[in-house]
């Protein structure tokens, strides 16, 4: 009997030994980062996300999975840092970070991809807080994986704050032909409390936005564009917006028009949606509140279009590719009888249509159509303009 219980006893120590959770399983046993200096060579730490840790209560979004272990970090005295993590055998994970102290902790933002230094699916944030405050870590593997991996903290000088954090304090920018009254932009800045943005990308906006405004040139014509400024930023994200800062209204939203991963909106995108002498507002941030630092960013007055152009920008063509079914939506309301040719690349028509006056949208069923280039040409009796379309 004696030795029977001894054998359960220990068994029951080693279980509890094997599957011990890990002191940094919650907040209040959170590990300490240190020697944040500006080298992540001074403050890298393994992390051994293994089945052992368990979920801690809360879930902080970006593919949060449990299994999450807990870090902390005393802010440097130059109030910004960057947390970074670096794969080893994992190479896929999720980090939280939060203010406050452990029992009452406030959210503060969480990565998923950061798409840093060659470990695209890595998670890193570029933190601005305090001097001395402690703020906390939380990571975990995507989807619940396990594995090792290190996370380091690297100190740096943030921009400036932002003055144009809201949109009632937006900076006006005045347009002119060469673009030259290029304006300094720093994101170092809150959510502006405007509802998230409608670009496509997922999870691009982060918050840290800042706004700007400007008139619509008697050209009528123009064209908003963000650019490289010391390379602290490297992709912008931009919409502009019609209204008040009390009601606003998205017209577009871009984050890859410009040069290399900088914005550009041009009037043609937006036409039929704005007014000559209006004001217009722009909202920009970095891809996914990924970057903190500065960017340039301008408005240039065109020329006016011609009419051709202006009859061009009076619809959009969509989808584009398209399969089974094209679509024409006039944004301009207009008396006249608009004709619409389909043409293939040897110039034969393929199909034929119109648009009666007073009708905004018209659908081109293209079923039939092999795969290929064609051109869909326009025709109001005084204007011809031509653009392409691919059918798959």
């Known amino acids: 009997m004696k030795k029977i219980t001894l054998f359960f006893l220990l068994t029951i120590l080693y279980a509890a030994g094997v599957y011990a959770q890990p002191a940094n399983d919650d907040c209040s046993g959170a590990i300490d980062i240190l020697n944040i200096t500006g080298s992540c060579s001074t403050s890298e730490i393994l992390v051994d996300l293994d089945n052992t840790a368990t979920p ?57 991809d950061a798409y840093l230094n060659g470990d695209d699916l890595m998670a890193a944030y570029e933190v601005v807080r305090p001097a001395s405050e402690t703020i906390y870590i939380r990571l975990w593997g995507y989807g619940g994986a396990t594995g090792t991996f290190n996370i380091c903290a690297v100190a740096f000088t943030p921009p400036p704050a932002a003055t144009n954090d809201i949109c009632a304090d937006a900076t006006e920018i005045i347009p002119d032909v060469s673009c030259s009254d290029i304006k300094l932009g720093s994101n170092n800045a809150t959510d502006s409390g405007v509802a998230a943005p409608g670009c496509p990308e997922p999870d691009s906006y982060g918050g840290r936005d800042v706004w700007y405004k400007f008139v619509v040139p008697n050209t009528g014509n123009f064209s908003v564009e963000t650019s490289v ?59 996914a509140n990924l970057e903190l630092g500065t960017f340039n960013i301008c408005v240039a007055e065109l020329p006016s279009l011609s009419t ?85």
Request: proline residues 3%; charged residues 15%; aromatic residues 10%.
């Open 56 to 112: 801690s209560a809360g879930d902080p979004g970006c593919n949060f999975a449990g299994g999450d272990l807990w870090y902390k970090l005393v802010m440097p005295a130059s109030g910004a840092v960057r947390i970074e993590t670096s794969s080893g055998t994992l190479d896929d994970n999720g980090m939280a970070i939060y203010t406050g102290a452990c029992g009452a902790l406030d959210f503060y933002a969480c990565n998923d």
């Open 308 to 392: 051709e152009e202006a009859f061009a920008d009076t619809f959009k063509l969509f989808p584009n590719p398209a399969r089974d079914v094209v679509n024409l939506k006039f944004t301009q309301s207009s008396g006249s009888k608009v004709a619409i040719a389909i043409y293939n690349l040897q110039g034969k028509l393929v199909q034929a249509a119109s648009k009666t006056p007073g009708n905004q949208n018209v659908s081109l069923p293209i079923a039939h159509l092999a795969t290929g280039m064609y051109f869909v040409k326009l025709n109001d009796g005084a204007n011809e303009v031509t653009k392409k379309l691919m059918v798959r």
């Open 229 to 287: 400024d010391d390379g602290s930023i490297t992709d912008t994200m931009m919409s502009i917006y019609t209204g008040s800062c009390a009601g606003l209204t998205e017209l577009s939203c871009d984050d890859d028009n410009g040069v290399g991963a900088f914005s550009l909106i041009q009037a043609t995108d937006i036409s039929g949606n704005y007014s000559i002498g209006e004001t217009l507002y722009v909202r920009v941030w970095s891809f």
